[in-house]
């Protein structure tokens, strides 16, 4: 099944040509040119991963993370920077980040990494899962 | 007020606009470098998949390339023209253009703090003799002055900001105004020794609207030319 991948960018030529190559890949690419927009998408779609730009006008990489991981912590998010310093990996990180890469990305690299993400958001929906299960045996007693 | 205060302040400044300069500039990268990919992906579906390269999607590819190199293009010339800008003490400066430089150069700040910016040209000749870094620092440091008199919280919508210029050549004056937010307080603008200091260097001096809606910056002396 293919990755369905959800990028946000408020640059939206870079947008338009990341979504035609990884299209022809074989992901499912949806875009948004704000962190605002791609949180309202969120309400109504689910993902694999998310790409998203470190800056962004108005609410930033950062914040965007910060909200999308307190409401669905599931989810996966690469954070594309211009400047990949340790310093802002191991912020990204602590958040919550899958992983932060550097523009001009490698799209190999980047079509690794969604893979990987979407494996590791299978699992945990499938632990978010058991414990739902268990708890509702504890709940009821069976 | 220390030398080394007044430098820092300065190579605070130059680093801030180098900072969006070369994000800008990483983005425009990113772009290539993608059209490049799509180039390379279109030779090897030719070479494995025997389906021809469409012409008309190359010429596509190549004219992306070429916008990105020409946004790039100008954006370095205008940085080439910041750094430049300290190359004489003192120079007939044109404040419009200063406007238009920092503006430019500033757009990703501005538009990360949801600023739309009007410039209204200047209805006579708006120049100044004096020392060009220092005047484009110190439109820099008014639209830092902007953005931050905002509250805690980023506006849902973008702010209007109005730069308009003075109507007496002799007394060249830059006036920024905001169209909706608190009231600026006189005796908060341009009071911190390191805006004193640039005040001084730039030759200007402030002067808040009594309205309170923004402040002007004018020329400390009348110009003779």
Redesign the interface.
Known sequence: MSEKVLLVDDEKDFLDIMSERMEARGMTVKTATSADQALKMLENESFDAIVMDFKMPGMDGIQALKNIKSEKPELQIILLTGYATVEKTVEAMKIGATDLLEKPADLEELAAKIKQAKAEKMLLVKKQTEEKIKDILKRFGG | MSPDSDSMNEIRFFGTLAAAM??DM??F???????A??LA?LAVRAQHQTIPVDPLKAETISR?IG??VARADTLMKQFNRFAHSMDREKEWVDLEEAVDLVSRLAERIL??H?ICLTVIPAPVPCRIHGFRFALLHLIYRAFEILTRHQTRE?PDTEQEITVRFGTDPKIPEICFIRDSGPAFEPHTLFRSPEDQALLARGHMTNKPMDSGEGFCLRALSPVNE
């Open positions: 070369t994000h990483k983005n990268l990113a772009i290539v470098n993608e059209n990919g799509l992906d992306k916008k990105q538009r990360q949801r980023l």
